[in-house]
């Protein structure tokens, strides 16, 4: 039973290129997560969304940052003209339903920025 | 934010019970308590939950003060496996589905 997955795992771009960050949920999660873990900072929630829905984007920065989670497919975190401050471990979890029911991580794509 | 508050770090002994504090003194009434963990070079891993009663799984025990207003997370014999960050996590409602984490306490184990 495949939990979340998330590709790439580490991910090197120049400053001024848009980055791809892609989560595969697990199998029968409808609800799909992103977070970010800047270096030696805590994780802050960025956006909420389910099937073709963004549910709370209350964390994305206004610019450059977009998120989709299509009908088919993985969910993505699109960065654009990414900036050396984008670096950062991104984490996507997702859920089966809303609620209080646990939050299942993936392991993170880390973004570095040269 | 709703605010929990725990030791910046603890230190354990391999093979003993560990307790990991927390308070949170203004939970209201349907805001559940959450504990995940993040191993290094890992994503957050959920723990427990609870609401008002204690709870037990295989992975610890999640005891909630009568008034609620701390908890504590028990693993009943750690190992170096369990060498982690915990973040003790408020659920509330006015905040949807977001999960919103503290600086948490650094789990250190010692063989």
């Known amino acids: 039973n495949a939990g979340v997955m998330q590709n790439p795992r580490h991910l090197v771009r120049r400053r001024g290129q848009e980055a791809r960050l892609r989560c595969s949920p697990m199998k029968g999660h409808s609800h799909v997560y992103w977070y970010r873990q800047l270096p030696e900072e805590g994780l802050k929630f960025m956006v909420y969304?389910?099937?073709?829905?963004?549910?709370?984007e209350s964390g994305m920065p206004k610019e450059r940052f977009s998120a989709e989670f299509p009908k088919e497919g993985p969910s993505i975190l699109r960065i654009q003209q990414v900036v050396r401050g984008d670096s950062a471990a991104y984490f996507c979890?997702?859920?089966?339903?809303?609620?209080?029911?646990?939050?299942?991580f993936g392991d993170g794509t880390r973004l570095s920025i040269l | 934010d709703a605010k929990t508050t725990q030791p910046n770090s603890m230190e354990s002994n391999e093979e003993e019970p560990v307790h990991l504090p927390c308070n949170h003194s203004t939970i209201s009434g349907t805001d559940y308590i959450h504990w995940y963990r993040q191993l290094p070079s890992q994503g957050p891993e959920y723990v427990i939950h609870?609401?008002?009663s204690n709870v037990n799984n295989r992975m610890a025990s999640l005891a909630i003060a009568e008034d609620r207003k701390s908890s504590t997370l028990i693993l009943h014999r750690a190992t170096l496996r369990d060498a982690a960050v915990y973040y003790c996590i408020l659920r509330v409602a006015s905040y949807g589905n977001k999960l919103v984490f503290g600086a948490g306490t650094i789990l250190r184990v010692k063989s």
């Open positions: 979890a997702s859920s089966p339903g809303q609620g209080h029911q646990p939050q299942h």
């Open positions: 609870g609401l008002t």
């Open positions: 969304l389910q099937k073709e829905n963004i549910i709370d």
